[in-house]
């Protein structure tokens, strides 16, 4: 998506400079909220089996619009 939406090689390379950056920020903080509710992650974590089982794990049908609209996503011509 990044080399989609940029001009040339030097945009592309600010531009996922600048989104890798982003996300590598995200990812930490992300981990940091992950280790303060220890307790809570691993009992989410023992409920997974019972999840995966259950309706709500059918992303297909949960998030059915959602889907829609990436299937139909298409890259922007250049």
């Known amino acids: ?4 939406y940029s001009k040339d090689d ?6 996922f400079g600048k989104y890798q950056g982003g996300f590598l920020r995200q990812r930490e903080e992300a981990k940091q909220v992950l280790l303060e509710n220890r307790g809570e992650l691993e009992i989410r974590c023992k409920g997974l089996p019972q999840f995966l089982q259950s309706r709500e794990s059918d992303l297909e049908t949960e998030f059915a619009n959602e889907w829609l609209v990436l299937r139909q996503w298409q890259m922007p011509a250049k």
Request: glycine share 0%; proline share 0%.
């Open 1 to 4: 998506m990044i080399r989609a």
């Open 10 to 15: 030097k945009d592309y390379a600010r531009n």
